[in-house]
């Protein structure tokens, strides 16, 4: 297990929210400093693409697959939208979650629009949530599409979500993605870096950026300007979308020992799987990401040995 | 008669207002779950075009042929515009009404611009009307065309809508419509189904969806895959445009039999029709949706033997 | 004279408005249900080609041209900008104001943009001046252009206004125009009746149309589809701008007794001639509208035998 | 000097605040009905162009040179941006200040994107500085460009800017600008004229024009169409741009004698001279305003005789 | 050391917060009206390009290297976005801050979109984050991009900035920089004088402009206009960027006893050295800036004599 860090609270989180603002992090990062995040927004970033088709388990066709995971598999956090949150919550009130506030479909293409993914939700409504139906709702997250010719309106609201949410005591992870016309590679590490840095500039606790590439493949090295530029916004990373379990497993805890990270954000990779197999890849990814166990040993945990 | 359903009451929905909402369900699903949706906002939609022309009773020129439809037929809901329940409600005051917070016409074709309908009117206008004018107004909807290059606003405008909605007890529909210049086949069965778990995410009670075809025609067993993806949020259907009465009949039953929706909206193939008759096809298709009905007693329903 | 109608008071309007809804609307139609609207908007809507230029009275040069002939003749309502009324109705505290919410310049044509007409004042502001000066302001109007790519934000200011204006008493008018790249013939009986439709779906107690014509030639007959579309809603419709007076006279007398209008918007018509005969132009137009008069005793009237 | 008018106090000013309307429209004009508008909000609108260049006073270069005018010249009022005003107010407290609202630099230009002149200052701040810092603020200024794709957002915005201004007893001076790609000849009287009646149709107090021309010269008379459209809303006009000083005071002379104006606005013709020459001339100018100067008078006054 | 200036406080500082305007000031001057001001911001406006590469020191990959040289250097502010300042400031609370209210990437250039960089934060935020978390927080600043074709909307939130920053008596700094499709010659000494008479208008404490060139190359003399135009607006100005430090140390000085400035602001030329060199550097600028040093005196301090 990584040393317990010292919590930082940020400045713009009020003093009578502090002693929540450390539970919640204590909480989602299991008091570790680390962030194991399962990511569920797919239903609007990707529609049904995730979630049916070869190679999914059927199990993954209904929406209470992802709640079932996140009730009996060991994560972090839960990211989904408030709407899910609130249409399954009262069956699954023991999930820690992070209600994702924006969301755009993959219908329109780069080619045709830069794209703009817009709040869906505001802070206070998740907050709402969290008070009224006493949901444990640790923390919002937003995408930002850096080089969009929307990227000023993505800017402003994620800067003001950070800003609102400290305010109430959450946590905040940022998903920043440069895509546009103007971008030609996304997934350039000095750009990937830049992205960490601007989530650090609006203050968020964590950054989710993607593995960056340099000439088509990853190497968990070029993540460390990120995890520098980021400072002590925490960077966390998806796994390899089409890696096997071990290659998964490899990369994200190099990621960590290598690159710096300290935690991942993953989807698919989970929920694609049987309810019984997504448990058990959960735990083996919050083994090495929680627990700091070997790639060995976080395959035991996936065996079926954990 | 379908086994009347447990209500789940989402987590949105304030304590205060738990009552009203499983009131409002019980009543907009005639306590089984399931909602026959009587459909009248095409004075905005379609403008004339559906109410006056050949094939079209006479009856349907006037407005109020609508209300006299949902005053002496068996429908679950009503939906139409704010402006139409105000001016006919005092005349109709058993009506339950829906009311579709917004539309546009029809004159703007997707050739020439991306779709976009924007809100008419706010959830607590309807609200004001059903406290001060002691209307029955049961439901709030409101229709999003995924895929268009004003998607953003449609799915905050939506989302704001169904949480706004909960907030004061009502029910919500939304009607899903894939449709822009990014959109290839809007019947397509995986956009469809990705369209109805849009719907699941922002947390709608129903999605309102297009009946998914293959190679141009329909099959109910196409609507599984939506089903499934909208989990807890119900899947509600039209008929077929231009299908005889046991067509549109046996399509119905198909849908909720072999495709496992909750129901139907039909508005045309019910309000083209003289009054009479429009209020036997309401009355056959309550029977199948909400008695279970077979295709032959909705029939001699619609014959008059009901 | 038509019968007195029974006046049904549109359910927006709560309890403690319905009495001075019930006297705006028995003022603003004489207590015919009918309405003789003088329209004097022009100022902004066509700059200064309605009041100076070949074939036009000096007399009309002078803005107050408009309340000398309000206040003299006998009309309906008098519907103008709000700034103009706030200039002069101190010295016309008896004219019947309607007050016309939006209006644009006539200088950027629809080659070149889509029609939009924006709010200028809300509907609050036209109560305060009702209010604070004492001023007999009865209603308020707002022109919308369905088809234009700004269809949606006039729809959504237009339903605005007719909700919130039924929450002050005040009577709505709804100049209903289909305009724009998508629109091809504007005075189409099916589209005008389209129209008609769109303004009692947002509750509007009249629209103003333009008169249908097929093959270029108006035919009052034609309007049937448009009045019955309109249900509740009464129509009112321009006479022929370019006709003489016992043309423009038979036109209206035909509007009302063949196509079922319940009255007119007149403007241009009336301004331009000189103060006496526009007043006595106003009363014939009046005894068509108010008085079911023939057109040989509005031409008396006309000729000053009134 | 000209007969001192009856003041007209517009119904939006509300009881409360017409008499310190009445004392500030007596300020403004000097109790003639007349306004010597100095302006002095250039340096955005046209950047440094006219405070630095070939034949401009050094003097100019200082922004304070304006306030220098303002306090020593005899003046109805001087306009300028709040900022400005606020910056070196301390030191002017005995200005007449008008505040103008908005203002835009002259880089983009027409060829590339119609006109827009945005507001930069709500109303009430400039109703705060006059009731916190106790300067004698007595009106505020707004520049609308009809014709411009933009008309609807001005319109709007002067609209609301006559309406709130009465409300705190302020006086408005609309600069209205035909202009855009609509626009052919933004000097055609006519067009003038329409642009002077829309000022009064949103109920300002004065609108400024810019002289009509036929034919590429202007005419005083041409301005009479104008005059008579804006009826009880005041025309201003610029003097020529070019002109000598006898010239500029002849024009002047004929626009209020010929054409019929109240008035004139006046800025670098004035600001570019040495603090003692730009004294004299406003000096001169003002005579002609608001005395019924001749020429001759005017250009003793000019000459250090006055 | 320059003779400490008389404080104009401006008139929408309201009465009650003079005092803290003052002292802001005084600080923020070293009581001296000059301004050093240590620029932060590039976290966004540049993404990861300052911060690493080649000739850029290790230790500015880590953005708390900005809070430790302005800690330890002598500055006059430093300037970043909130949410940097949230994250580091309990660890800095003696360094003097300014709240860069706005920033943008820089991946959209100006062939494909004229630049926008809008508001992230308001000034709302900027004072929470100082009366609740003790944090000296002086000003707040902002970029204008003049002659974009976005100008509308960045002069209306920087005038606003202005006004309400005042309200809470911080000081103010513009960023004012002439840019988009309209713009041939950002560095001409005309259009750099317009832009800092701008910034006058709207009320700024200071303006920052690019040096102006003519030719391709600055000199010192060509910001006398600007400063001429900025009046009571103090003009800082960016080093030479490629500069050696004796260059940049003798431009600085120049600007200073040339130009007329009083300051500059300076980024990447500080923070991509060494923290002690950094440092050393920040205090030979000072020394120029704050005491009037020549540039042999700050050359002694930038190598450790100081």
Redesign the interface.
Known sequence: MPPAPDI?????V??EEQERYRENYRKITHGTGRLMLFAG?Q??E????D???EGIHPDD????HLFRIASRGRVGVFA???????????DYPDVPYLVKLN???N???TS??DP??????HVR?AV??RD??G?SILGVGYTVY????Y???M??QA??I??QA?RYGLITVLWMY?R????KDERDP??V???A??A?????DFAKVNPPKVGGSVDAALLR?AV??????GVVCAGGSQASVPEFLQQLHDQIHVGGTVGNATGRNIHQRSLDEAVRFCNAISAITLDDAGVDEAMRIYGGGG
């Open positions: 930082r609270i940020p400045l713009d009020p003093s927004d239903k609007i990707h529609l049904n693409d979630f049916a088709g066709a209904d929406p209470e989904t939208q408030l709407g899910l949150i609130a249409r399954y919550g009262r969301s755009k479909t219908l329109v293409g045709q629009s703009v993914s817009s709040e869906l939700y409504q709402d949530l009224r139906a949901l850096l080089g969009s010719e990227e000023p309106l800017l402003y800067a003001q950070v800003n400290h440069p546009g016309k103007a971008v000095h750009l870096a830049g992205a840095g601007v650090a500039a609006i203050g968020s300007e520098a530029a980021a400072g002590r916004t």
